[in-house]
């Protein structure tokens, strides 16, 4: 299977601060993986697309000058959350992309990481 | 703008019953996948269906891909209270990967 991992699991930081999460594909090469917000009791939010090598694209209404995504390896990619407040407290997930092949041609597939869980204070 | 249409977005049940959650779309997608998420986790893949009229079993769980690849349904056979969850929908169509809204599934035992 293909595993991402995701680090911290659980943080709690104080409002002004910056937090980093990291997230990594042990088992295969990711050129992008994405990075989504997720609400209680709601779907995912996609926040932004990391790319490897090159600039992020943020979905509309992200700010990208709060939420600095940096993907500087096929494995990893960072979230970091510049100057928190606590309504960024939210679960955050990031998954890599893996091509796969079948008769019918490529395809696309997400695996996840164990989600981030961001308490600001 | 691209929609993926999963229904129904709330299923409680008692254990032993059985259920179909659908997704439906007006795109074509070149592969379709399932995912399961617990509270306080990350989606766990279930299956990727990439051919028209394809079948999937997992156990008790069957995947099928519409014929179109416009749509898709997840059947569970007997559900048991560790089926409890969050099911996601997810349609890849060239570079974008839309999800469905969830459906949140709670058996009973």
């Known amino acids: 299977g293909a595993v991402v991992s995701q680090h911290p699991s659980r943080v709690i930081c104080k409002s002004g601060t910056s937090v980093k999460i990291e997230c990594r594909s042990l088992?295969?090469?990711?050129?992008?993986m994405f990075w989504y917000r997720q609400f209680p009791k709601q779907s995912l939010m996609l926040m932004a697309t990391s790319n490897e090598g090159s600039k992020a694209t943020y979905e509309q209404g992200v700010e990208k000058d709060k939420f600095l995504i940096n993907h500087a390896s096929l494995t990893l990619s960072t979230l970091t959350v510049t100057s928190a407040h606590p309504e960024d407290s939210s679960f955050y997930i990031c998954?890599?992309?893996?091509?796969?092949?079948?008769?019918?041609?490529?395809?696309?597939?997400?695996?996840f990481g164990p989600g981030t869980r961001l308490t600001v204070l | 703008t691209q929609l993926l249409e999963q229904s129904p977005q709330f299923l409680s049940i008692q254990e032993g019953e059985n259920l179909t959650v659908y997704c439906n779309s007006s795109s074509v997608f070149s592969s379709l996948q399932w995912y399961r998420q617990e509270p306080g986790e990350g989606p766990v893949l279930l299956v990727t269906?990439?051919?028209?009229?394809e079948v999937k079993k997992l156990k008790r769980l069957t995947f099928q891909f519409g014929d179109a690849r416009k749509d898709s349904s997840l059947h569970i056979t007997a559900a048991q209270p560790g089926d409890t969850g969050l099911y996601l929908c997810?349609?890849?169509?060239?570079?974008?990967?839309?999800f469905g809204a969830g459906t949140r599934l709670f058996v009973k035992a």
């Open positions: 269906v990439v051919t028209g009229g």
């Open positions: 088992d295969f090469q990711a050129t992008t």
């Open positions: 998954s890599a992309r893996r091509v796969g092949q079948s008769l019918a041609g490529s395809y696309n597939e997400q695996f």
């Open positions: 997810a349609g890849a169509g060239g570079f974008k990967t839309i």
